[in-house]
């Protein structure tokens, strides 16, 4: 017996999921409205020669690569990975990456804008009985993941520092995940760290972890309440834009139940 649970958000338009100029918008055409399409492709024939006049519904998208649930490829983060090797675009990240089992990391206790070190890896595993293994998807469930299309979403969340990052890397995981924004803090607390001594080491500082060991990350995830912490797997594959530094997925957890 086998249970799928859609840890993918609805991509909605205009829905609050992004800052203001990154917003997805969907244009729906019903039935009706492309009557004219579909007779244009065959001369001399009429409305009534379509069951009920309807021709097909489709929808116009204007969105980002990073609108919705997507995988971040190591390009999004710098044009290198692996200290120097040209950084891989979404259409080549190894699809094995995106077929592995799964673990969760519940930080919903922490505060919004937290960024999370080796320490706090090494609790919540210790927690949760587990030891990481090679190839092992890493998601975060955070205080962000109930909030997906309220206003305060895109700055709801902890964050995953550089150094918690790089750990996680060094353990063999090469895809992780996040329910938040982003896999970083939200950037207003980035920035008020920044304001401080304009330590520029702290921008972007999860992601950039990419450049030291090329991996890739699921943003806006969803549902991660409902995963245990251990014995599902994760599939996430990538629609293959080519050369982008994402592609949307249709992510989801499945977890296998003994008869």
Not at 32 to 44: E, K
Not at 148 to 154: E, S
Not at 191 to 202: E, F, K, L, N, P
Request: aromatic content about 8%.
């Amino acid at each position: 017996m086998r249970t799928l649970i859609d840890i993918s958000v609805p991509l909605k338009t205009g829905i609050a999921s992004d800052p203001a100029n990154l917003l997805p918008q969907i244009e729906y055409y019903s039935h009706r409205d492309t009557v004219g399409d579909l007779l244009a492709f065959f001369p001399g024939a009429t409305e009534a020669d379509l069951p009920d006049g309807e021709a097909w519904a489709i929808e116009r998208v204007t969105m980002t690569t990073h609108s919705g649930t997507h995988l971040d490829a190591p390009y999004h983060y710098a044009s290198t990975m692996d200290r120097g090797q040209r950084a891989i675009t979404i259409d080549e990240v190894p699809l094995h990456w995106c077929l592995q089992p799964g673990v969760k990391l519940d930080f919903r206790h922490l505060d919004d804008g937290y960024v999370v070190t080796p320490d706090d890896i090494d609790a919540e595993l210790t927690r949760i009985g587990h030891t990481l293994s090679p190839l092992e998807i890493v998601v975060v469930n955070t205080s962000a993941g109930t909030r997906y299309g309220h206003d305060d979403y895109v700055a709801k969340g902890c964050g995953i520092g550089h150094d918690a990052t790089v750990h996680l890397l060094e353990q063999g995981v090469r895809l992780t995940g996040t329910d938040a924004w982003s896999w970083d803090a939200p950037f207003i607390y980035t920035a008020q760290r920044y304001g401080i001594d304009h330590d520029g080491s702290v921008i972007w500082e999860g992601h950039k972890a990419g450049r030291d060991i090329g991996y890739c990350h699921l943003e806006k995830l969803h549902n991660l309440e409902q995963l245990p912490s251990t014995g599902f797997q994760v599939c996430c594959f990538p629609v293959k834009v080519h050369a982008a530094s994402a592609g949307w997925t249709r992510a989801v957890a499945i977890i296998d139940h003994c008869d």
